[in-house]
């Protein structure tokens, strides 16, 4: 049954103060009630499905007939003209039985899923394919995150491969060049460990300027591990369970200009905020499912929240701000958003696991500017 909203007779009263709320635009309404909205729009109608944003058709382009994506765990905009995607691997379309709202299946551990080919490619602002990294297929089994470093001029690429206790991964972290040659391993591929030189369940990585780096160690050890740029183990902290500064199922992280390490404990429904010393500084409960952190340029952290399928923008002190999203499988929905990044021109990514696809938005004409996700800091605006 459709959902219906339903505004109450009795809300409404008599009087010139009814009149007026009666004459109220509709649209100065929605947007007093949700601050996501476009501020200053003066079009008509509309569902804001997708925010501020118009899903861009076919992207990435398909590439082979009668198939689709898969579980998509990672995308990154090194460009607008070269974008990588991570993804488990293809199925075919007819085995997909992924349409509808809500869908009928989802795309995670997807019985039909083929590993071999296109695990990791990069295409154009258009989709078009431009590379496929098919000599490291082999490597990935849960690939999970894909990131670059701001800092980094030679940008070098980094996968990050783990998962739970529901399935097999590598339990690895990969550095490679720009152009797919492996010049870093961390981990034992497929050894769960929890020491200086093994992962349980790697999830993310964040960057510091001189080249030092943490990675979210969180499935099933819950601790961040900082290791400097030649990967070598420096420290860590965290121990998984439940209480202030511990973490279940640390799913994502990112570092401001302070230092200061924002952890998506995703287990517990929260984010939890360090300092470059890991004593605790903050938390915010609430958060029902957060998969993806990125403080942007302008000073917020925006949560991609699985749970509510929402991108969600706080200020630096926990403070909402603004949500959108809709849960759906057509394209400008969410299902599962597991990854985000932003281009030099504003273009949103998105990676979906459940969802199993990647999706590119680009910003409509005349929204507002506060709602949309702004680029991650430090890299080009």
């Known amino acids: 049954m459709a959902r219906r909203h339903v505004l109450s007779v009795g809300a409404i009263t008599t009087g010139a103060f009814g009149i007026l709320l009666l004459l109220q635009p509709i649209g100065s309404a929605q947007q007093a009630s949700d601050p996501g909205r476009p501020g200053a729009s003066t079009a008509k109608g509309g569902d804001y499905v997708s925010g501020p944003y118009e899903v861009a058709p076919n992207w990435p382009q398909p590439l082979i007939p009668d198939w689709t994506w898969g579980r998509t765990g990672g995308v990154w905009a090194e460009?607008?003209?070269?974008?990588?995607?991570?993804?488990?691997?293809?199925?075919?379309?007819?085995?997909?039985?992924?349409?509808?709202?809500?869908?009928?299946?989802?795309?995670?551990?997807?019985?039909?899923?083929?590993?071999?080919?296109?695990?990791?490619?990069i295409v154009d602002r258009n989709g078009k394919l431009l590379e496929s990294w098919e000599q490291h297929n082999k490597l990935f089994v849960h690939p999970h995150s894909i990131k670059q470093s701001p800092y980094d001029p030679e940008k070098h690429v980094w996968v990050i491969d783990g998962r739970s206790e529901s399935g097999k991964c590598a339990e690895s972290v990969w550095k490679f060049t720009r152009d797919g040659k492996l010049v870093m391993t961390l981990g034992e591929h497929g050894v769960p460990g929890n020491d200086k030189t093994h992962f349980a369940g790697p999830t993310d990585i964040a960057f510091l300027p001189n080249g030092d780096f943490y990675i979210a160690d969180g499935y099933k050890n819950g601790r961040v591990v900082k290791f400097n740029k030649d990967g070598k183990y420096i420290s860590e902290f965290g121990t998984?369970?439940?209480?202030?500064?511990?973490?279940?199922?640390?799913?994502?992280?990112?570092?401001?200009?302070?230092?200061?390490?924002?952890?998506?404990?995703?287990?517990?429904?929260?984010i939890q905020v360090f300092d470059a010393n890991y004593k605790l500084l903050d938390i915010w409960p609430n958060v029902d499912f957060p998969m993806d952190l990125a403080i942007t340029n302008d000073g917020f952290l925006w949560v991609a929240d699985g749970g509510v399928n929402k991108m969600l923008k706080f200020d630096l002190n926990g403070k909402l701000l603004s949500a959108?999203?809709?849960?759906?499988?057509?394209?400008?929905?969410l299902w599962g958003t597991h990854r985000i990044s932003v281009d030099s021109e504003g273009n949103l990514y998105t990676a979906e696991v459940w969802g199993g696809r990647a999706q590119k938005f680009v910003p409509k004409k005349g929204a507002d500017p506060s709602a949309m996700v702004g680029t991650f800091m430090d890299f080009k605006k």
């Open 240 to 270: 998984r369970g439940r209480a202030p500064g511990q973490f279940t199922q640390i799913h994502g992280i990112a570092v401001d200009k302070q230092g200061r390490i924002y952890t998506a404990d995703r287990g517990n429904s929260r």
């Open 324 to 333: 959108w999203g809709t849960f759906g499988n057509q394209p400008g929905r």
């Open 79 to 121: 460009s607008p003209d070269r974008v990588f995607v991570l993804q488990t691997g293809m199925i075919p379309t007819a085995k997909r039985n992924g349409g509808g709202n809500p869908p009928k299946m989802h795309a995670v551990d997807h019985p039909d899923t083929d590993t071999t080919k296109y695990r990791m490619f």
